[in-house]
């Protein structure tokens, strides 16, 4: 896989790379949501998600560097989804090539959908009130699939972790630990299989730089502005940059 941007597509993704993990760190997810519909407007499906894993996997280093103290108390619960995500993950990243790009706009696009319009609907999850290992499994596998896949699963587990009413102090650490297990492995695959070669692997290492940047002004907006006008116009993004995945990948 190869990868060519003109210096104009390169400064729009470093762009974008920058406001979505400012987003990521100010709320502790949605950074593939942005980047990756984005990218593959500029480079295609494919190399959107190669581009955006490496960067994903230091953005969550960095968080959880700041955010490891408050975890505590949820291993036994969390272990399983983590365990999932670890398996789906790797299955995943093994399917990615198997995807033909139309059938990939679709899921991205689906998948940024489904994450934005129930997020600026202000819908709230089902509770769960007694966690299990079967339900932390199935959306460790669930969200490990379409991390190997498409990089895109934090809904699933924002959906998962509201459910069992974890506050912000706990799902901001608890959810950087799942996102980084998941795209860890997602990472060291493509490695494997070969993907991160050439400009996919150099263009990837560059965009390593803004988000670290983009992750620090976040946290630092964290703890000083309130997020829901922040986060609705930048809904608004994910939502239509998502319908046209769709609308791509099924006309």
């Not at 940047?213 to 630092?220: D, P």
Request: charged share 10%.
């Amino acid at each position: 896989m190869e990868v060519q941007l003109s210096p104009a597509q390169l400064l729009a993704a470093t762009a974008v790379v920058l406001v979505a993990s400012t987003v990521k760190g100010s709320v502790g997810l949605g950074f593939p949501v942005i980047t990756v519909p984005v990218l593959s407007a500029l480079a295609g499906p494919h190399a959107a998600v190669a581009l955006s894993a490496l960067p994903t996997l230091a953005s969550n280093v960095f968080i959880l560097g700041a955010e490891r103290s408050r975890l505590r108390g949820r291993w036994p619960e969390m272990r399983w989804v983590l365990g999932g995500l670890v398996v789906g993950s790797a299955a995943g990243a093994r399917a990615f090539h198997l995807l033909s790009p139309e059938a990939l706009y679709v899921v991205l696009g689906a998948v940024a959908v489904a994450y934005a319009l129930p997020a600026l609907l202000r819908a709230r999850w089902v509770r769960l009130p007694r966690a299990s290992a079967a339900s932390g499994l199935g959306v460790g596998l669930v969200a490990g699939v379409l991390c190997g896949t498409t990089t895109i699963f934090g809904p699933v587990l924002a959906g998962y972790l509201d459910a069992r009413g974890l506050g912000r102090d706990e799902f901001v650490p608890w959810i950087t630990v799942s996102f980084l297990v998941g795209v860890l492995v997602q990472v060291l695959s493509f490695f494997q299989l070969g993907v991160y070669r050439g400009a996919v692997f150099r263009v990837a290492v560059w965009l390593c730089v803004p988000v670290l940047a983009g992750t620090a002004l976040g946290g630092w907006l964290r703890r000083r502005m309130p997020e829901d006008a922040f986060r609705t116009a930048l809904l608004v993004v994910v939502l239509l940059s998502g319908l046209n995945l769709l609308a791509r990948g099924l006309l």
